[in-house]
């Protein structure tokens, strides 16, 4: 695997720490920067949780149709779909699936959890030799830490904008206090959804369908504007951390999985340099690769 060195110029630039691995699907080359640290997921531990719910449904023991009733209360909080919704629903697991993914809806991914099962997503990700991704929680589980580490007894007491001495002991921003993975897993764990290895052919190829039809276009998809490049993938962010994971597809029928995950030095709610270093570094990582 090659180490660029490259890459640290990069994100010192956008004001961020960053990490990277990318993997071209066909030849089994790599690009790394710092891919085998542990690094905060954010949402997009959520691709675990498809993965399990997808293998679950492989063995017989969820139909990925059945309808799910989803109550109002008791909803993780969240900026998108059912965390916002107002009123009680009902969705099937397959379209619980399509938030959690599509839009990062944490109300549709606690529901899922609680039907699969954190340690059975954790023995998952183990038998797929990924045993750097763990998950400690599903998302009210995150904010509640969040809220304790902030004095607050409320799921959304978290401030706005935290200050240095909470920002230092926020265990949701400590890589082995929280969900987690290594940028390489990240890629590893596309890469078996792409090649048919992380479930079924038909689940992998419905997993993939959910990937491609995430909505964000800026991170991984900035760095590839190009007719004829697509990209599938999720993004995860949480305070100072932005992150995607993805599988960039080329019109030659060259697919590359590409994770860069980043802390920023300093807390906004909006970081446009951060979402476009993503882009940038996934970008750079492809086209070494490709070279």
């Not at 010192?12 to 640290?37: K, S």
């Not at 409320?154 to 706005?160: D, E, K, N, T």
């Not at 802390?263 to 070494?288: T, Y």
């Amino acid at each position: 695997m090659s180490e660029d060195p490259g890459f640290g110029a990069l994100f010192q630039a956008a004001g961020v720490d960053g990490w990277l691995h990318a993997l071209d699907l066909a030849d089994g080359r790599e690009i790394g920067y710092h891919a085998d640290e542990p690094v905060v997921a954010a949402s997009v531990f959520k691709i675990p949780v498809m993965v399990e719910l997808c293998r679950q449904a492989d063995a017989g023991q969820i139909d990925l149709s059945e309808p799910v009733s989803v109550p109002l209360a008791g909803r993780a909080p969240g900026p998108t779909g059912l965390s916002m919704g107002l009123d009680a629903t009902t969705l099937s697991w397959r379209d619980l699936a399509l938030s959690m993914i599509v839009v990062s809806d944490n109300a549709a991914t606690d529901v899922l959890c609680l039907r699969l099962g954190i340690d059975r997503i954790n023995a998952t990700m183990a038998g797929l030799g990924l045993a750097g991704t763990r998950l400690e929680g599903d998302c009210r589980f995150l904010f509640a830490q969040m809220a304790e580490d902030a004095g607050s007894t409320v799921l959304a007491g978290f401030p706005p904008k935290p200050g240095p001495e909470l920002l230092r002991r926020l265990r949701a921003l400590q890589p082995l206090q929280t969900n987690r993975t290594t940028p390489r897993e990240a890629s590893r764990l596309l890469a078996a959804i792409w090649r048919n290895e992380a479930a079924s052919g038909d689940g992998c190829a419905l997993m993939r369908r959910i990937l491609g039809a995430q909505v964000w276009p800026h991170r991984l998809a900035s760095g590839f504007p190009e007719d004829g490049i697509r990209t599938a993938g999720k993004t995860g962010t949480l305070v100072k951390v932005r992150n995607e994971a993805g599988v960039v597809s080329y019109p030659d029928g060259r697919h590359y999985a590409v994770s860069v995950f980043t802390r920023s030095h300093d807390v906004q709610a909006k970081h446009p340099a951060q979402d476009r270093a993503i882009g940038q570094a996934a970008r750079r990582a492809v086209e070494l690769l490709r070279s």
